[in-house]
């Protein structure tokens, strides 16, 4: 696992290795979603890479001084669901935490992970992680027109302030 603050050096070596992932992609329901031009690389401020996959932390002016963690989280089919018991891999694990580590390093108040969907996932993943996560009822602002349920954790501030 190792992750790289945007312009940091190896930066532009993980946008590299990023690339070299998602050219041969298999044909499943996800491929769409990772192609360079959908990564919208330019709204990441740090990468995350580990051996099957990777993902972003991003920031968009809307979300105010947080920051969007396991963004495009990708793993290839192989690693995904690897243990039976639906526990977060361990590989996810040191990934929250790089990425909680970059954004306090990048002075963002809170971090935030976001699903289109239904929360449950974000109540499996509140079980496993060290973190205080919040499950806010309400959906917040993710795309111009877009908004998602979000579960966040404090970074420098304990509130988070943002379009919902």
Not at 53 to 77: D, E, H, M, Q, T
Not at 125 to 145: D, G, S, V
């Amino acid at each position: 696992m190792n992750t790289v603050i945007k312009y940091n050096k190896g930066w532009f070596q993980a946008i590299d290795q990023i690339a070299s992932i998602i050219k041969d992609l298999p044909n499943d329901k996800l491929k769409n979603n990772y192609s360079m031009d959908r990564l919208i690389i330019d709204e990441w401020v740090a990468v995350s890479i580990f051996d099957g996959g990777f993902s972003s932390v991003a920031w968009r002016p809307y979300w105010g001084n947080n920051c969007r963690i396991l963004n495009r989280f990708y793993k290839i089919p192989s690693s995904r669901f690897q243990n039976k018991q639906y526990k977060v891999s361990q590989d996810t694990l040191d990934m929250i935490q790089q990425q909680l580590d970059a954004a306090k390093t990048l002075s963002f108040d809170c971090a935030f992970m976001s699903r289109e969907t239904k929360t449950q996932a974000f109540n499996h993943y509140k079980k496993h992680l060290p973190q205080i996560w919040n499950c806010p009822k309400e959906k917040y602002r993710m795309t111009e027109e877009g908004y998602q349920h979000i579960a966040w954790t404090a970074i420098n501030s304990d509130k988070l302030i943002m379009e919902n």
